[in-house]
């Protein structure tokens, strides 16, 4: 695997996030393979550090409301970018969806997601509890792809230059490539930046990348303050595709260095170009432009990312609330630190806001407890940063035990239930991941998209033979237990509408 970081100049190098992040931030994920291919050979051309391509809600988005195959995405990409490291964002345990899925899913997911095209893998834990990151990185790093373990920033009481230290440590030990910090409500102070990036680079030995939000209007300023401090790549969005809940601008970054040590080496003019291609092409989807077009500094009091609030606002509007969104926007910090202080990023802001909007909406703080919010409280997506306040606790859960092992040691395997519950329907080992995931969506996708009658039943049963024997046990999992209300379609199906569907 080449290293994508080696670099004696120390030219600063730039990932750019328009196939991705970009997208998501702004058009509600709704970007369409063929708006992507045409431009592609010159986003190959421009000498990028990597593109970030997929993974985040792309996955979701591509089956549930543009009727594509996420998979032939990542393949037709491939086939047009010759020179360009391919990255994606992996949620864990998550993978792409809002939920922790048995090992063998996150297996076969990384392992198709590198065969088909996945340079770098960003994976990441949204509570960072690294023992939900832990076996996604080994398999990563056994299919030979390059291991970015990311940090989720946040703000909070126990949340400090000490344990991002520490957190870095833990992913280094565990077999990381580089690391990024992942500001994803743009929190992060020019200063901070400066000081948190200059103490990774002088304690670990190896690339730091930082990825932020225009949101509150710091981002620009905190990327300059890091490349000072000697980060090795930022993300960044095209111009046109910029700001906002975006990232800052790629061309602008480029300017700021030209002419340095860090100078990027990227032609201004090819990036123009890509520039005027994309602004032509987002007036397709002024249906799905997010609402804020400047800054929202409200960011910085609730720390909430500008994502999760257009959410907010959805969920209050279906109840036609829509005027209580200041409460709900007070709430949230209340109900975040209950709980013990998660990072606000898919899935704990979703869970998180609609437990605030619930408590707002019903009058009564905790009336109602969604099925999320007790299985976060018991331990079932991970370590709390901090601790849950005992009496919300004794609310959520009564006297039920919290579980100490990794999440994941109490899920059973999926892929072969996958395999018989989707049968003639599977065309490929691809669609049956697409179905562990996403059940309901996959379905509806293969059934509009079936020709003739699909492949045999002998080609069914070799895909599902495949699946199992290639599957190796980290850990030996305690008993299974039956959580399945807590992962029904249905309730997967409502996240997908309340929740953020943020990065």
Same mark, same amino acid.
């Given at each position: ?11 600063? $190098?730039?990932? /750019? ?12 994920? @709704?970007? %369409? ?10 986003? #190959? ?29 990542? %393949? ?15 949620? $864990? ?5 809002? %939920? ?10 990384? !392992?198709? *997601? ?11 834990? *949204?509570?960072?509890? =690294?023992?939900?990151? %832990? +076996? ?5 790093? @056994? ?6 373990? &990311? ?45 948190? !990036?200059? @103490? ?7 690339? !730091? ?9 710091? &981002? ?39 002419? =340095?040590?860090?100078? =990027? ?7 123009? /170009? ?20 400047? !800054? ?86 991970? @370590? ?24 994941? /040691? ?20 691809? #669609? ?33 033979? &495949? ?18 209300? +807590?992962?029904? *379609? ?9 929740? &953020?569907?943020?990065?």
């Amino acid at each position: 695997m080449p290293n994508f970081f080696a670099s004696k100049e120390k030219p600063l $190098g730039i990932t /750019d996030t328009v196939l991705r992040d970009a997208h998501q931030s702004l058009l509600a994920t @709704r970007l %369409r393979t063929e708006d992507m291919l045409p431009i592609s050979e010159k986003l #190959d051309a421009v000498g990028f550090h990597s593109l970030e391509v997929w993974g985040g809600a792309t996955f979701d988005s591509a089956l549930r409301f543009l009727n594509e195959d996420p998979w032939e995405r990542l %393949r037709q990409l491939k086939q047009h970018f010759k020179k360009t490291p391919l990255q994606m964002l992996l949620r $864990g345990q998550n993978v792409v969806g809002y %939920r922790h899925y048995a090992d063998d899913v996150v297996e076969r997911f990384v !392992v198709k *997601a590198r065969e088909n095209g996945i340079d770098i893998f960003r994976i990441f834990d *949204a509570l960072n509890d =690294t023992r939900n990151m %832990r +076996w996604a990185m080994q398999v990563a790093k @056994r299919e030979g792809a390059h291991v970015q373990a &990311a940090i989720c920033y946040t703000i909070s009481p126990v949340h400090d230059a000490p344990l991002y230290l520490r957190l870095a440590q833990e992913l280094v030990d565990l077999g990381a490539d580089s690391l990024c910090i992942k500001d994803m409500a743009g929190l992060i102070e020019p200063y901070v930046a400066y000081d948190l !990036v200059k @103490r990774l680079k002088e304690t670990i030995p190896m690339p !730091v990348q930082l990825h932020s939000h225009y949101t509150s209007g710091m &981002a620009s300023s905190a990327y300059l303050k890091a490349v000072e401090a000697g980060v090795d790549v930022v993300d960044t969005a095209i111009s046109t595709m910029s700001l906002a809940s975006s990232q800052p601008p790629t061309e602008s970054i480029v300017s700021m260095l030209k002419g =340095t040590p860090r100078d =990027t080496g990227l032609d201004l003019e090819l990036l123009s /170009d890509i520039a005027r291609y994309f602004g032509e092409m987002r007036k397709k989807y002024r249906a799905f432009e997010g609402e804020l077009v400047g !800054v929202d500094t409200n960011v910085l009091t609730y720390q909430i990312p500008g994502g999760m609030i257009s959410n907010l606002v959805s969920q209050l509007r279906e109840q036609n609330a829509v005027d209580r969104l200041p409460e709900v926007l007070q709430e949230v910090p209340r109900v975040r630190q209950e709980l013990g202080y998660p990072p606000l990023v898919t899935p704990t802001s979703q869970i998180v806001g609609t437990q605030a909007v619930l408590n707002v909406l019903l009058g009564e703080r905790y009336k109602v407890i969604p099925k999320e919010v007790k299985a976060y409280v018991k331990g079932l997506y991970g @370590r709390s940063p901090g601790p849950i306040d005992h009496e919300i606790k004794r609310k959520v859960i009564g006297d039920e035990e919290v579980i100490a092992c990794r999440p994941a /040691d109490v899920l059973s395997p999926e892929l072969n239930k996958a395999a018989a519950e989707l049968g003639d329907l599977a065309r490929s080992e691809e #669609d049956v991941i697409s179905y562990a995931l996403f059940p309901q969506v996959t379905r509806e996708y293969l059934s509009q998209n079936s020709r003739g009658q699909g492949p045999s039943k002998e080609i069914v049963a070799a895909i599902a033979a &495949a699946i199992l024997p290639t599957l190796a046990k980290p850990t030996a999992s305690p008993s299974p237990t039956d959580f399945s209300p +807590w992962r029904t *379609a249905g309730r997967q199906a409502q996240l997908a509408r309340w929740g &953020a569907l943020s990065p």
